[in-house]
């Protein structure tokens, strides 16, 4: 299996942006479809937003649509979620997540869908 590594995370004013970064170990992460997850305490796991293993599709949840992107980097085996224009609402802790996506005729939209996560990195935002 591969594993993954959040960082990045931390206090931030509402209003205010944070940068996540995922590392990737055990397999390259170019022929995997990966993603965000979040969960905050009650709510569950609910997903954020997805990368096509080819990087020629996104999708995100409506919550974060227009706030958040997720770059990748390839060469570094790294995943990004930039979070802009955060709300408290966005408070949880934030896992990186991958599934095998080459030879898959879809990307994951669901937390469901994923069969790889990391340890998660706490992003709270104050208001």
């Known amino acids: 299996q591969m594993q993954l590594v959040e960082s990045g995370g931390g206090l931030v004013q509402a209003g205010g942006s944070l940068r996540l970064s995922c590392s990737a170990s055990?397999?390259?992460?170019?022929?995997?479809?990966r993603g965000w997850l979040r969960q905050a305490p009650v709510k569950g796991r609910e997903f954020v937003a997805t990368?096509?293993?080819?990087?020629?599709?996104?999708y995100y949840a409506d919550s974060v649509k227009g706030r958040f992107t997720i770059p990748r980097d390839n060469a570094k085996n790294t995943l990004y979620l930039q979070m802009n224009s955060l709300k408290p609402e966005d408070t949880a802790v934030y896992y990186c997540?991958?599934?095998?996506?080459?030879?898959?005729?879809?990307?994951?939209?669901?937390?469901?869908?994923?069969?790889?996560w990391g340890q998660g990195t706490q992003v709270t935002v104050s208001s």
């Open positions: 997540a991958a599934r095998l996506g080459i030879g898959r005729s879809s990307y994951p939209t669901s937390a469901a869908d994923f069969g790889s």
């Open positions: 990368i096509r293993w080819s990087g020629s599709s996104t």
């Open positions: 055990g397999r390259t992460f170019n022929n995997y479809d």
